[in-house]
């Protein structure tokens, strides 16, 4: 589940850019 991680830090990394 470590991509899953990966996925939602990229969605707040999105989300703050």
Do not use: H
């Amino acid at each position: 589940m470590v991509q899953n991680s990966r996925f939602f830090f990229g969605l707040v990394c999105w989300a703050l850019g």
